[in-house]
């Protein structure tokens, strides 16, 4: 404790004037019952004498005079802020009193101030906002803080926690109080630290220094600085070909780091050439990107765009998106011929290679694999040469009679999912190679012809048939050969080498030709031309031209039945052999044949044995004694015989030709007049009969051509030639003794 005596003022006591105050100093806030200097010793007033004088002072807020020592003492808080505020210079002024006698003194105290007040800023926290574009040396001034004490004990100086982009600097404003200046040191980022927070220290200049410390908030504002990013530099996305109008490809993102207007970006197609912006949209907003229209594989199978992003300000930044277009199974087959023949020889041989296909299809991968195939059952085979090439080859040999032309389909199918197919039929036409000879439709033909035919007259037709086509099976015919004299038998027959007509050149003899014989050919045009050969056996009829004798035979029709026409007479042999031909009236008409043996003898003893035999030949010696008996028989009804004859001519030239009728001759069971006495009736000892069935009404019996008038020559054309059929089935030269006029045959071919 500390006290000051002016000297002064004592020297004023001495002289018992009161006009000089004692003085006093004494720091603020001293502890109550602290002295602040001994009063009454500085009154000039003895201890002894205190309790009479009765010495006081007026402040007794602040202070007391202890009655003991007569020591002023603080008796209250002494708050030098709160009694002089700011004030610089701070005293308490008061007045001593002492009685007996009374006297006044003043006293002043002067209160020193001690640091017992922080600093302290009025505002909470400091609120900053910094462009970060703001170059580094800005500085910003700050509020300073508010300290209570004064002089040294004030604000002396400011501080911040250290950080990386500000210093701070005290400085002193001209009434002399400090306040703190904030210095950006390193530019700021927005976005890299949108806000700084820093701790303004205030320290004042006590001892010890009491501080306090404030926030600043810093906002770093935007500037433009940054360009647009992209998510991705490129990309990628496969999207189904076909997909309708409006179908979302994807999204690009950009984003600025910058904010507001700054972050604000629009899209757009970079270079877009026109035929992207026909298929692609771009929401400038959104970077959705959508079809316009319909991808085709086939037409692109990727599509590469440049998208452009643009913030609110000059940056912009780019990016790619590739579109690989998924293929779709949208494209059928095709079938392409590299090489067709559609016309193809009968004789082409295995193998041979008709055509060369190609299959393609516009798809891709499985969708694209194509398979051909053909389904008809033909007589062709599809091979698979190489990638999509088919031949199609000969596999069975052709014949164009059978089947001139084939429609040959070709199914392409592919492998997609579904599959699609197509089919392309084609036509082939198998050209015509002769390889077939003409055929006739007999295998040889037998033609009746009565004698005195009108020359000229058509006596048969032959037919020969040739499957080829055109010139390959038109059939011409000719007469190669026969058994007629070479320069006789232009005379007799000729053909027509188109119809196959036979004409007879002149009118022929019976007597001098009973039959003959015509190789016939049918001859195709083909090159190298066919041929075939058939036999025409011309059979010429007997008429009776000739008085000559009549037959020996006849038949009945419809009965079957045989008998003698004329008697028998010395040429006539003893043995015959008779051919029956029978023939229903079915259409067309079936026949039969059959041989009948007759031997002429006296009586039946003599013949049983050849009968019993049957048709052996006869033994010589036998056969001579069967004519010597014959002939005595004949000669003893000679006689009879010429008497019978004669009236026989007679009856015959009074019913003359009354009998046009077949199988009628003269000498018939009805002339009657004159019979034989051993074969009256005109029956023969053995009748062959013919059973037939009973449906077959019809029946009829002929001898071969027994009877020459029986057909006129245009009947044998008309007719139909196998009606009497050569008796090929026996022995077939001969079925009748040659010397006999009334049955001749030849053998077919
Ligand atoms: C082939 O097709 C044509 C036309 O459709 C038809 O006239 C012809 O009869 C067919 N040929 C065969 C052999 O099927
Ligand atoms: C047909 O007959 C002629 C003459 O006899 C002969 O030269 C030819 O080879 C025969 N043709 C056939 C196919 O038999």
């Known amino acids: 404790m500390k006290s000051q005596v002016l000297f002064p003022f004592l020297l004023s006591l001495f002289c018992g004037a009161i006009s000089q105050p004692i003085l006093y100093s004494i720091p603020e806030e001293l502890a109550k019952g602290s002295r602040v200097g001994n009063l009454a010793k500085d009154l000039g007033l003895s201890v002894q004498e205190l309790p009479a004088r009765k010495l006081r002072v007026s402040a007794e807020d602040y202070f007391s005079v202890s009655v003991e020592s007569g020591d002023l003492l603080v008796s209250g808080r002494i708050d030098r802020e709160k009694i002089c505020g700011s004030k610089f210079e701070c005293a308490l002024e008061f007045e001593s009193v002492t009685e007996n006698p009374m006297n006044i003194f003043h006293v002043i105290v002067v209160i ?77 980022d927005r976005e890299h630290q949108s806000s700084h927070h820093l701790i303004l220290t205030a320290i004042d200049g006590g001892d010890p220094p009491l501080s306090s410390t404030t926030q600043i908030s810093i906002k770093v504002t935007d500037a433009n ?113 590299i090489s067709f023949s559609n016309h193809i020889p009968e004789d082409a041989d295995l193998g041979t290679i008709i055509a060369l296909i190609k299959v393609t299809d516009k798809d891709s991968g499985q969708n694209g694999l194509v398979m051909c195939y053909i389904q008809e059952e033909i007589p062709f085979k599809l091979e698979f040469t190489s990638k999509n090439y088919y031949k199609l080859v000969i596999q069975k ?42 055929v006739f439709q007999e295998a040889s033909y037998v ?85 075939a050969n058939v036999s025409l056996c011309v059979l010429v009829g007997d008429r ?72 052996a030949p006869p033994d010589p010696q036998e056969e001579l004694q069967f004519y010597l008996v014959v002939a005595l028989a004949l000669i003893s009804v000679l006689f009879l015989l010429a008497v019978i004859l004669a009236i026989a001519v007679h009856l015959r030239h009074s019913s003359s030709a ?4 077949c199988f009628q001759p003269g000498l018939s069971s009805k002339s009657g007049s004159a019979i034989h006495p051993n074969y009256s009736e005109g029956t023969i000892p053995y009748s062959y009969k013919m059973c037939v069935a009973s449906q077959s009404a019809k029946t009829e019996f002929n001898f071969l051509n027994v009877t020459p008038e029986v057909a006129p020559p245009q009947d044998l054309l008309c007719g139909d030639p196998s009606v009497v059929a050569c008796a090929n089935n026996e022995d077939p030269r001969l079925v009748y003794d040659s010397s006999s006029s009334h049955v001749s045959a030849c053998s077919p071919v």
Request: aromatic letters at 6%; glycine letters at 6%; proline letters at 6%.
């Open 447 to 531: 033609v009746h012809v009565a004698e005195n035919n009108l020359p000229g007259a058509s006596i048969a037709q032959v037919r020969a048939s040739d499957p080829d086509l055109g010139l390959n099976g038109q059939v011409s015919y000719s007469i190669v050969d026969s058994d007629l004299e070479p320069r006789a038998l232009l005379s007799y027959v000729s053909v027509s080498a188109q119809s196959g007509v036979v004409f007879a050149q002149r009118a022929f003899d019976h007597e001098q030709l009973r039959a003959f014989e015509l190789t016939l050919q049918a001859r195709d045009q083909g090159s190298p031309a066919l041929s």
């Open 658 to 661: 009354a009998s046009g009728r």
């Open 397 to 438: 040999a052709l014949n164009r009679e059978e089947t001139s032309e084939y429609n040959i389909t070709f199914t392409a199918t592919d492998k997609g999912k579904p599959s699609l197919s197509s089919r392309t039929r084609v036509t082939l036409h198998i050209t015509d190679i002769n390889d077939n000879a003409p």
């Open 112 to 188: 020193q101030d001690i640091n017992d007040n922080a600093p302290h800023f009025i505002a909470k926290s400091i609120e900053l906002a910094i462009c970060e574009s703001a170059l580094p040396g800005v500085k910003f001034p700050l509020d300073s803080a508010q300290d209570a004490d004064v002089e040294s004990n004030s604000v002396k100086i400011y501080t911040i926690n250290p950080n990386q982009h500000f210093s701070l600097s005290t400085k002193e404003s001209p009434d002399g109080s400090k306040y703190p200046e904030l210095l950006l040191e390193k530019p700021l």
């Open 225 to 337: 600085d940054n360009a647009p990013m992209f998510s991705q530099d490129i990309y990628r996305v496969t999207l189904q070909e076909n997909m309708p109008p409006g179908t979302s490809v994807l999204r690009v993102v950009a984003t600025d780091q910058d904010e507001g207007v700054n972050a604000e970006i629009t899209y757009a197609f970079l270079n877009a050439p026109a035929s992207t912006s026909l298929l692609f949209n771009l929401n400038p907003n959104t970077g959705d990107i959508t079809t316009n229209g319909t991808l085709d594989f086939e037409e692109r199978s990727r599509h590469i765009l440049g998208v452009e992003a643009k913030d609110g300000g000059v940056h912009t930044a780019h990016c790619n998106v590739q579109i690989e277009i998924v293929d779709e199974n949208d494209n059928t087959p095709e079938v392409t011929f």
């Open 544 to 615: 009776n031209d000739n008085a000559s004798d009549p037959g020996l035979f006849s038949l009945g029709l419809r009965t079957g039945e045989v008998r003698t026409a004329r008697s028998l007479g010395d040429k006539d042999a003893a043995r015959h052999r008779l051919l029956v031909a029978v023939r229903d009236g079915g259409q067309p008409p079936l026949s039969a044949t059959a041989t009948l043996h007759l031997i002429f003898a006296d009586s039946l003893q003599e013949v049983l044995p050849d009968l019993s035999e049957g048709p």
